[in-house]
């Protein structure tokens, strides 16, 4: 990609993906490396700026995470923050040890307005502050340029050689003018022009797979979520009849979902390309009937998938590329291009490929985060209700219907997860909840309705806020919503007598239910 670019160093810090998500909110173009790439790799790379992330290390213990000191000399500014900040001080010369004091949470910290960093940045400000090291002597060269109480240097800068260290986590939200430093940096002294946008990006991206795809046949596998449709999109706007489309409808979809799709991408929808839907509800339902052990329905959800994929891309014949819906943090996550490749396999790729006859694979979300897809989407003009989809697991309803999956628990579970989506957006909460969702529990309990005993069963609202979806807190719906939605499942929904909110945060639990 012909792009002006600020790179992110990981040393394996929880916040790398923000940091290179808060730069590109800066309009800068920003990727994820490794601290194990080769400084000439990175020399190649033209890049206007680096940043090397925090990291759960101590820099001056003998294995702990370190680069080429010949970084500092390649002319290029340089922040490092945390540990990045600290990783700069020792290699320069600095002083780095335990603090006497740990600081951890919101701190107010005392500015120098004269570094270029805090431009326009308040002289007390709050920061988040996250580390058990500090640096007791800046290297020379240096100045100190922000403190706080506990920690004499809460920033330094050696302004001749563009070189800046931050101990606070400016990429956090809870840092609260962050998003300014960070402008300063890649705007200010990398000098970047700000031209990552996501209007120009979709017009070259048609124009680029226009290109790559010539007269060739391309089959995309079409879930309903976010990334598959917007990637969908673009290739029918790039490609048009060229393009087929093969959605599966596994019977595990949300209450109308299967249509919605079909309305935008069908015949009658606005785009021109082959769209195959495969009604195969009742093949994934006599497959899962009877098993209740989580990872095998996992198992055989996905590959019950697969199955249906290939017959059909059989029918289809060869085809020169295949698209796949791949976004930027599966890529950080499968361990192509940070350090974090080992918290979480992560369930979009592979699979698919093996099964079909094809030339070339076409990511065009490859280098997109979840914001940008959304924004890209949008550009692309596709509706709102799909842009802003929650996250949806590829398993579906299956992994929220606790034990057995059958068609009736699945009508249950979608007339209740309808209400309830139904009544937070009718709040406004759909706005500020991270995901929320019902499911079905697999206890079945007494009640009355009506005179009458009932025996029937109970279903469970979940509703988080998460930043990343690897930790979670329950969310705080209002106690009157959730009446709401209680009356309206248990008059509506025939076979449910009981419904709970579940508050368990993540760890210990799960988002999901199995
Ligand atoms: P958990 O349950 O692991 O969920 O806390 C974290 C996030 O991931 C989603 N999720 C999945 N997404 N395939 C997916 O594409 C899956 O198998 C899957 N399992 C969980 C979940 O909805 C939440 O957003």
């Given at each position: 990609m012909n792009q002006e670019k600020v790179i992110v160093i990981d040393f394996g810090g929880q916040y790398n993906q923000l940091v290179a998500r808060r730069v590109r909110e800066c309009n800068v173009y920003c990727e994820i490396y490794s601290y194990k790439t080769d400084i000439e790799q990175i020399k190649a790379m033209n890049t206007k700026g680096i940043i090397l992330t925090g990291g759960p290390n101590s820099c001056y213990e003998a294995d702990s995470p370190t680069y080429t000191s010949e970084l500092f000399d390649l002319g290029i500014p340089v922040l490092g923050l945390c540990y990045g900040a600290q990783l700069m001080m020792h290699m320069l010369g600095g002083k780095v040890e335990k603090a006497p004091v740990r600081e951890y949470g919101k701190t107010e910290v005392y500015v120098d307005k004269t570094s270029p960093l805090f431009d326009d940045v308040s002289e007390t400000t709050i920061c988040w502050m996250s580390h058990f090291d500090y640096i007791s002597k800046v290297a020379d060269g240096f100045r100190i340029v922000a403190h706080t109480a506990d920690c004499p240097v809460a920033a330094a800068e050696n302004g001749a050689k563009?070189?800046?260290?931050?101990?606070?986590?400016?990429?956090?939200?809870?840092?609260?003018?962050?998003?300014?430093?960070?402008?300063?940096?890649?705007?200010?002294?990398?000098?970047?022009?700000g031209t990552w946008r996501m209007d120009s990006f979709v017009e070259n991206s048609i124009k680029e797979i226009r290109e790559k795809v010539g007269g060739g046949k391309v089959l995309c596998a079409l879930s309903g979520g976010v990334d598959s449709s917007v990637a969908a999109v673009m290739l029918a706007k790039a490609i048009g009849g060229q393009l087929t489309c093969v959605f599966v409808d596994h019977g595990l979809l949300r209450k109308n979902e299967g249509d919605e799709v079909e309305e935008v991408f069908g015949p009658n929808g606005p785009y021109e390309l082959n769209f195959i839907r495969v009604n195969a509800q009742e093949r994934f339902y006599s497959k899962l009937?009877?098993?209740?052990?989580?990872?095998?329905?996992?198992?055989?959800?996905?590959?019950?998938?697969?199955?249906?994929?290939?017959?059909?891309?059989?029918?289809?014949?060869?085809?020169?590329?295949?698209?796949?819906?791949?976004?930027?943090?599966?890529?950080?996550?499968?361990?192509?291009?940070?350090?974090?490749?080992?918290?979480?396999?992560?369930?979009?790729?592979?699979?698919?490929?093996?099964?079909?006859?094809?030339?070339?694979?076409?990511?065009?979300?490859?280098?997109?985060?979840?914001?940008?897809?959304r924004k890209a989407g949008l550009e692309l003009g596709i509706p709102e209700k799909l842009v802003f989809r929650q996250p949806f697991p590829g398993p579906g309803l299956g992994i929220r219907i606790i034990g057995e999956v059958t068609a009736e628990k699945v009508r249950i579970v979608q007339d209740a997860d309808a209400i309830y989506r139904e009544e937070i957006a009718k709040t406004g909460l759909d706005k500020s909840i991270g995901q929320y969702f019902a499911?079905?529990?697999?206890?079945?309990?007494?009640?009355?309705?009506?005179?009458?005993?009932?025996?029937?069963?109970?279903?469970?609202?979940?509703?988080?806020?998460?930043?990343?979806?690897?930790?979670?807190?329950?969310?705080?719906?209002?106690?009157?919503?959730?009446?709401?939605?209680?009356?309206?499942?248990?008059?509506?929904?025939?076979?449910?007598?009981?419904?709970?909110?579940?508050?368990?945060?993540?760890?210990?639990?799960?988002?999901?239910?199995?």
């Open positions: 563009k070189l800046y260290a931050i101990q606070f986590h400016p990429e956090v939200l809870h840092t609260k003018e962050g998003s300014k430093m960070l402008y300063n940096f890649v705007r200010g002294i990398c000098g970047c022009a009937a009877g098993v209740t052990e989580p990872e095998r329905k996992r198992k055989i959800i996905g590959e019950e998938f697969i199955r249906v994929f290939e017959e059909e891309a059989k029918k289809i014949g060869a085809v020169d590329f295949l698209v796949q819906g791949t976004i930027y943090p599966d890529v950080v996550e499968s361990g192509l291009g940070g350090e974090s490749a080992v918290i979480k396999s992560h369930h979009n790729v592979g699979g698919l490929p093996d099964c079909v006859d094809f030339k070339e694979i076409i990511e065009p979300l490859r280098n997109l985060f979840k914001d940008e897809v499911a079905l529990t697999n206890m079945r309990s007494v009640g009355v309705m009506g005179d009458e005993r009932t025996y029937d069963y109970a279903v469970a609202l979940r509703a988080v806020n998460t930043v990343d979806f690897m930790t979670a807190e329950a969310a705080e719906v209002p106690f009157e919503v959730l009446q709401r939605v209680m009356s309206r499942i248990i008059n509506e929904v025939r076979g449910v007598n009981r419904v709970m909110y579940d508050l368990t945060s993540k760890p210990p639990g799960t988002i999901e239910f199995e």
